[in-house]
């Protein structure tokens, strides 16, 4: 039986973890408001059942067998982390002032996809992390299905989290100056993760 009683904590960890998604999240949740943020932030569910799939398939171990097939989606990801925060550098002041949203939530939610989808190390994790709470006298499978679900659940509740947290911020701090900042900061962040993603060697 999964020791729920410790994956639950641990994985919630690794959901609230301040990542290039999250810090996206609260960006857009101060700028642009709770639903904007909370449905854009939603865009990398589909990411996360993909790789999860791919994990219990165990197309993540054939990834980790091979360095080249790792190596180009590594840096495919940290490219486009990289281009991202390079946008939001450049474009901080224009997207302070941004106050309409016509037709943009899809995207905010095609920007998380693939921000989520590109990180290799998301396999990664999965690959590395479920099967440490795997119980090998039951069938594995359904027991790497279960913890995959309880984390999409979980990271559903992360999201909120730092959407509702960067509303109240936004709230506080109105001024298109710190939203400038704001919005640097995450570019910045992006930036690092894209660097770091591409110079890592796992």
């Given at each position: 039986?999964i020791?729920?009683?410790?994956?639950?904590?641990?994985?919630?960890?690794?959901?609230?973890?301040?990542?290039?998604?999250?810090?996206?999240?609260?960006?857009?949740?101060?700028?642009?408001?709770?639903?904007?943020?909370?449905?854009?932030?939603?865009?990398?569910?589909?990411?996360?059942?993909?790789?999860?799939?791919?994990?219990?398939?165990?197309?993540?171990?054939?990834?980790?067998?091979?360095?080249?097939?790792?190596?180009?989606?590594?840096?495919?990801?940290?490219?486009?982390?990289?281009?991202?925060?390079?946008?939001?550098?450049?474009?901080?002041?224009?997207?302070?002032?941004a106050?309409?949203?016509?037709?943009?939530?899809?995207?905010?939610?095609?920007?998380?996809?693939?921000?989520?989808?590109?990180?290799?190390?998301a396999?990664?994790?999965?690959?590395?992390?479920?099967?440490?709470?795997?119980?090998a006298?039951?069938p594995?499978?359904?027991?790497?299905?279960?913890?995959?679900?309880?984390f999409?659940?979980?990271?559903?509740?992360?999201?909120?989290?730092?959407?509702?947290?960067?509303?109240?911020?936004?709230?506080?701090?109105?001024?298109?100056?710190?939203?400038?900042?704001?919005?640097?900061?995450?570019?910045?962040?992006?930036?690092?993760?894209?660097?770091?993603?591409?110079?890592?060697?796992?």
């Amino acid at each position: 039986m999964i020791a729920w009683s410790i994956f639950i904590p641990a994985c919630f960890a690794l959901n609230c973890a301040p990542g290039p998604n999250n810090m996206l999240a609260f960006s857009n949740a101060a700028r642009l408001g709770l639903v904007p943020a909370l449905l854009g932030g939603l865009g990398r569910m589909p990411a996360f059942v993909f790789l999860i799939a791919v994990t219990i398939v165990g197309l993540g171990a054939v990834l980790a067998a091979s360095a080249t097939a790792f190596t180009i989606i590594k840096l495919v990801g940290a490219a486009y982390l990289i281009y991202v925060g390079i946008q939001f550098w450049r474009k901080a002041r224009a997207l302070a002032s941004a106050t309409s949203l016509d037709r943009a939530i899809g995207k905010l939610m095609r920007r998380d996809f693939v921000i989520a989808i590109s990180n290799p190390k998301a396999i990664a994790v999965f690959t590395a992390f479920f099967p440490q709470f795997i119980d090998a006298s039951q069938p594995a499978w359904s027991q790497l299905a279960a913890m995959g679900g309880v984390f999409l659940a979980l990271e559903v509740v992360a999201v909120a989290l730092y959407v509702v947290s960067g509303v109240v911020l936004g709230k506080m701090l109105k001024s298109e100056r710190v939203f400038v900042h704001l919005n640097r900061l995450v570019g910045a962040v992006l930036i690092v993760s894209g660097g770091t993603m591409a110079v890592s060697r796992n």
